[in-house]
């Protein structure tokens, strides 16, 4: 098998032959059990999260989910932990050391930069920050251990030219990590362009259900190897029923995926047309100052874009989101249904106010009927006025 489409529906079965079944079982273990003193012995010598050991290291369920998403990415081998933060938070541990500097992208994921700010610099690692790529030739030292790129850029959906990234990277002998949920591998295939780490929420769209928390890493066994110790040094691992119910969300994550761009695009078109609307931020766009570079990168555009108001008071900003009926307002999104939440900086939602020019939307667009969804906006839009 070669096509994405033939991957997700038919890799990571291979455990339900014995069971006669489509589905492979669901194997919950605190402890393995061993034939004889041999066996034990051999499963302290296989890889760890590959081969049974004892519950932390993963059951079969595991092993098939991470198999799967490795052949999916195009690449070695999968690591499973317990939501997308904590596979965020292994990568950048494991090459955050005293003395280290790790070069983080400006606008990622919010408690990303929160972990870099209250633990990655207590033990005395340096965390420098940059917002293009030509900035990189400046920052980089003989003491860089990685640098972490998140595209689009969480909430500002800012693009950037990962090739460029990866070219300078390997000159230099650095590693990069990206956070590849917004794509997932449907429509980003990021080891492809040179990234040896990637970071996957599959929290959202590749569990595609909204009931279960995980993260996954994928990568060359040499690339994954500080990770894959930190991890098992640690105790950060998935549980069972996590990789069980990611397994079945993604068989049909292509499916998914091409609802959740038609329905995105149209209505982002909507929203350019709406005189509330200011800008649009979505790198799907013609218009979007970043949609070359997304048609470089990327085969497709996912379900959450960010969206920026005209001018409006506290109170009529509460009434669009108080008022709206298919956009549930909560954290997330990748799941079927569709989203709303304030697009705050991380560092700024402790502020009981902010300023009425440039508030910010972040939407999910969901698998809904995309005409009700804009009927939904459009009776919420109206309460700002315009």
């Not at 790198?283 to 100052?289: E, G, N, R």
């Amino acid at each position: 098998m070669t096509h994405i489409n033939s991957k997700l529906v038919h890799l990571g079965r291979s455990s339900a032959r014995e069971s006669l079944a489509v589905n492979p079982p669901l194997v919950r273990a605190s402890t393995t059990v061993f034939p004889t003193l041999a066996a034990f012995k051999s499963s302290y010598r296989g890889i760890t999260f590959e081969s049974p050991r004892y519950g932390r290291s993963g059951t079969s369920t595991a092993f098939e989910l991470q198999t799967a998403m490795a052949s999916i990415c195009n690449t070695q081998t999968c690591i499973a932990t317990s939501c997308g933060l904590s596979a965020c938070a292994a990568v950048l541990s494991a090459y955050a050391t005293p003395g280290s500097h790790l070069l983080i992208q400006k606008e990622v994921y919010g408690p990303t930069r929160a972990l870099a700010e209250n633990e990655l610099r207590r033990i005395k690692a340096k965390i420098e920050y940059f917002d293009h790529v030509d900035e990189l030739a400046q920052l980089i030292t003989p003491q860089t251990s990685l640098i972490y790129l998140e595209v689009p850029a969480s909430l500002s959906m800012k693009m950037l030219d990962i090739r460029a990234v990866t070219t300078m990277a390997q000159r230099h002998n650095i590693p990069v990590a990206c956070d590849s949920t917004w794509g997932t591998p449907y429509f980003f295939d990021a080891h492809a362009l040179g990234i040896n780490i990637s970071i996957h929420g599959a929290t959202k769209y590749i569990n595609g259900h909204s009931d279960t928390l995980l993260g996954l890493l994928t990568g060359s066994y040499e690339d994954l190897a500080k990770t894959r110790q930190w991890c098992e040094q640690f105790g950060s691992h998935a549980a069972p029923d996590a990789c069980w119910m990611t397994l079945r969300g993604l068989r049909t994550l292509s499916v998914r995926m091409e609802r959740h761009q038609e329905n995105a695009l149209h209505l982002a078109k909507y929203l350019q047309a709406q005189p509330q609307i200011k800008n649009v931020l979505f790198p799907a766009l013609a218009s979007d100052p970043g949609h070359h570079l997304w048609q470089q990168q990327f085969s497709g555009g996912a379900g959450p874009f960010t969206v920026e108001l005209q001018p409006c008071s506290e109170a009529c900003y509460e009434k669009f989101f108080d008022s709206l009926n298919l956009f549930a307002l909560g954290t997330s999104w990748g799941g079927f249904e569709s989203l709303v939440m304030p697009a705050i900086a991380h560092h700024l939602r402790s502020k009981q106010t902010l300023a009425d020019e440039g508030r910010m939307v972040r939407l999910h667009i969901g698998l809904e009927d995309k005409d009700e969804l804009c009927a939904d906006l459009q009776q919420a839009l109206a309460l700002l006025g315009g």
